[in-house]
């Protein structure tokens, strides 16, 4: 049993490495492809990039439920979206408080609370079935089309298209077109070993696909975008940190939850409803409060960092506090 544990913190801390290595070469093709094929930076910004930093969670998601794990792929989602706001968005502004400038972001925090009571209508059931991993995946489609939509017929220049700008690397099409496929190589290893570690750990310790997902799997496929929000913001591109959160939760959740559900249909757990969604509403709404900036540049400074991560450390507590009583 101890072997087997040490074999799969192995392969789940394995995973994490080459999961952040393979993400990273994958965006680096696929925006320097896009930059080359003439695709306009700010739809490169807030599309490719913004999906590819949730590529991580996609495919583990896409691997949990090939492995019939479907609860760790919704872990992952839900657990992800958190971390992405009260873990990495709290820490980068603890190091760096963060001033919100981009007229863009302010139309995707809408965008986003749409995103999150639609998935909710669907999720009410306490079940994902083909036909609400359909509708999550049409709704991908859209978001995908507005978004690419506002950014061709954006007039004026946005803050957030510069630091987009910035950051496209500058890369000849026939080796972004081997980052990516050496980048969806290794994701795609390292998404098997990530989940046949993480659902062996689980087994061990008596605990559910879901809180290993939620925990140990959201808080590794979010370190993409822990390393991205920091470098941004110690760069002087706060909209970049922020907006690459708010594309990766719109995205986590219309491909993270609709892809495993197409594959394979799955009853929720119902701590779901109970307690990880309300508390992604919760900090969702905070961010939204916080960085929105209703009398000019919207601004999240290091107390309300600080108070970010308190919410995530009570959060972790709570999981760990409902395992241990359900254990008993």
């Known amino acids: 049993m101890t072997e087997t544990l040490w074999f799969s913190a192995l392969a789940v801390l394995g995973g994490f490495v080459a999961l952040i290595w393979g ?52 872990g992952n989602a839900i657990g992800s979206n958190i971390a992405n706001i009260a873990l990495v968005l709290g820490a980068t502004a603890v190091i760096l408080p963060l001033t ?23 999720i009410m059931d306490n079940a994902l079935d083909r036909v609400d991993g359909t509708l999550l995946l049409i709704g991908l489609a859209l978001i995908l089309y507005g978004i ?4 061709l017929r954006k007039q004026r220049l946005d803050p957030i ?27 795609l290893a390292s998404s098997k070993s990530l989940v046949w570690g993480a659902t062996n750990i689980a087994a061990a310790l008596g605990i559910s696909d879901l809180v290993i997902g939620l925990t140990v799997v959201a808080i590794g496929t979010s370190l993409p975008e822990l390393a991205a929000s920091v470098m941004s913001a110690w760069k002087k591109e706060p909209d970049l940190a922020i907006g690459n959160i708010i594309g990766s939760n719109m995205f986590n959740l219309l491909a993270v939850l609709g892809l ?34 209703f009398r000019g540049p919207g601004r999240i400074n290091r107390l309300e960092g600080g108070l970010l991560l308190g919410v995530y450390a009570l959060y972790m507590g709570i999981i760990y506090l409902d395992n241990v009583q359900q254990a008993a």
């Not at 925090?109 to 669907?122: K, S």
């Not at 559900?261 to 990880?276: C, G, K």
């Open 161 to 187: 298209e510069l630091e987009f700008a910035q950051e496209i690397p500058d890369t000849s099409t026939p080796l972004s077109i081997l980052w990516i496929v050496v980048g969806l190589l290794v994701l």
């Open 260 to 293: 495993p559900a197409l594959i394979e249909p799955h009853a929720l757990d119902d701590t779901v409803l109970s307690r990880d969604y309300p508390v992604m509403i919760g900090v969702s709404v905070a961010l939204f409060i916080f960085a929105y900036g």
């Open 23 to 74: 993400a990273d070469r994958f965006v680096h093709g696929c925006a320097a492809l896009a930059r080359n094929l003439g695709v306009p930076t700010l739809v490169i910004g807030l599309t490719v990039v913004g999906f590819g930093t949730s590529a991580p969670e996609i495919l583990v998601s896409i691997v949990s439920a090939l492995n019939h794990t479907p609860q760790l792929a919704v």
């Open 148 to 151: 690419i939509s506002l950014g």
């Open 100 to 122: 919100v400038n981009s007229e863009t972001l302010r139309r995707e925090y809408p965008l986003m609370f749409i995103v999150m009571l639609g998935t909710l209508m669907l």
